[in-house]
């Protein structure tokens, strides 16, 4: 089952929180138009490796089962591009998704 949701964070930015249930895992996702923030099945470091000529801008954060969770918890990492914006490893989810409006 999939389920799509709207945040609007603090700033009044609307980002778009997508839960994909799968079997023993949910994948969560927020993002804007320019990058997104990722529960623990994202991998960073082939974004950094295989897709660098994407300039993908992601991060991780890892332990969380909601979308609430996710734009609360801090990033475990983030992509070499997401860096570039002032995104770091330790920010909170929704303070990196305001980078990326």
Not at 44 to 49: D, W
């Amino acid at each position: 089952m999939m389920r799509m949701v709207p945040f609007v964070l603090d700033g009044g930015e609307t980002v778009l929180g997508v839960e994909v249930k799968l079997p023993k895992t949910t994948l969560l996702s927020i993002s804007t138009d320019k990058g997104y923030i990722m529960c623990g099945a994202l991998d960073v470091m082939l974004l950094n490796e295989k897709l660098a000529d994407r300039e993908i801008v992601a991060g991780r954060a890892v332990g969380v089962r909601t979308l609430e969770e996710l734009l609360n918890a801090p990033l475990e990492s983030v992509t070499y591009t997401a860096e570039a914006m002032g995104i770091v490893a330790g920010m909170k989810g929704s303070d990196a998704l305001r980078r990326m409006m």
